[in-house]
């Protein structure tokens, strides 16, 4: 069993893209901007801001966080967001999901300029995602593919089967590993006797939110496996009082995977340069 390192791979692209940073500075050119939307106190939410806003300022990006209310309104929303689309300042915007029910996250979604979208989740860049064109990829499949390119892992005929079909990880997975010559099987919670297509696939990358989900008995010897969950559950022996859970049963796999990811330090760390690698490409889209 070999461990794909996201922690390792993460840190030697931050030294890159801080390497980056600094040569811009020194020719007295603009960094890279991030904007981030927060609306309500949501605690996870926080924190994942709180992270973005840390993995900007440790590579050198200027970053801004605008924090509103819980009762802003959509229209209000929506008018913030087109004041920043159109601030030469900033170069790449975010809005933390999830939103109060009141607002409705597809017309905000749409609402950021598509040049300016580093999370990807505009139709127009999805669109230019599945044509194989270039955009701005959603940050976890970018970093997952960035993961298998560092580890020289091979793609070309191998079978893929992604598990889970959501717009952020399961569709645009599946539609860049078919660009890296993967036959792709894509599996969901519809999906009629799951392990006759993970039995028979070399690459299984499972994001579902099932903790432990992905036995040994539903992959074959050799397998490449990329866990994408993250499911929090208590922990009173843990210093946080909860633990972080992937969906794949990493001690039951371990004797018969090639490659697999560890969680956390995977998948997770990968996610958050992919949003950094985003924003160093919006500094040249506008
Ligand atoms: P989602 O809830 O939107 O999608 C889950 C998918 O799993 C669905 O498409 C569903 O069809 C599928 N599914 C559910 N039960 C299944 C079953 N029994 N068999 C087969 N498929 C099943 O979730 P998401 O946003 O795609 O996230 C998935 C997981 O990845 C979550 O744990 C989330 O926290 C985690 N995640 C981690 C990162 C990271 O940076 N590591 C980033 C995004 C999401």
């Known amino acids: 069993m070999n461990l794909l390192n996201g922690n390792e791979v993460s840190q030697v692209i931050r030294l890159q893209i801080k390497d980056e940073v600094s040569k811009i500075k020194s020719e007295g050119k603009k960094v890279p901007h991030l904007a981030a939307i927060l609306v309500g106190e949501d605690g996870a939410s926080k924190t ?7 993995d900007c300022q440790e590579v050198g990006f200027d970053s801004t966080v605008l924090r509103f209310d819980v009762s802003i309104t959509e229209t209000e929303l929506l008018i913030e967001i087109e004041k920043i689309n159109n601030n030469p300042e900033i170069d790449g915007l975010i809005v933390q999901l999830p939103l109060p029910k009141h607002i409705n996250e597809k017309k905000i979604t749409e609402s950021i300029s598509y040049k300016k979208d580093v999370d990807g989740f505009h139709p127009y860049n999805v669109g230019l995602m599945f044509k194989g064109l270039p955009t701005f990829l959603p940050a976890t499949p970018y970093g997952i593919i960035k993961l298998l390119e560092h580890f020289q892992i091979e ?22 590993m078919l660009q890296k010559n993967c036959t792709v099987t894509v599996c969901h919670s519809r999906t009629i006797d799951l392990s006759k297509y993970t039995l028979d696939a070399d690459i299984v990358i499972a994001a579902i939110g099932s903790p432990k ?36 049963d990493f001690e039951d796999l ?14 997770g760390p990968m996610t958050r340069v ?13």
């Open 213 to 248: 989900f992905l036995k040994a008995n539903m992959i074959k010897e050799g397998a490449v496996v990329i866990d994408v969950g993250i499911t929090r559950v208590d922990d009173a022996n843990s210093k946080k009082g909860f633990r972080l859970l992937g969906d794949v």
């Open 254 to 267: 371990s004797e018969k995977v090639s490659w697999i990811t560890p969680v956390p330090g995977g998948v």
């Open 48 to 54: 994942y801001v709180a992270a973005k806003e840390r």
């Open 155 to 176: 793609t070309i005929g191998k079978h893929c089967v992604v598990i889970g079909r959501s717009d952020i990880v399961g569709k645009p997975m599946s539609a860049l």
């Open 274 to 286: 992919g949003l950094l690698l985003n924003t160093l490409e919006a500094l040249g889209r506008k």
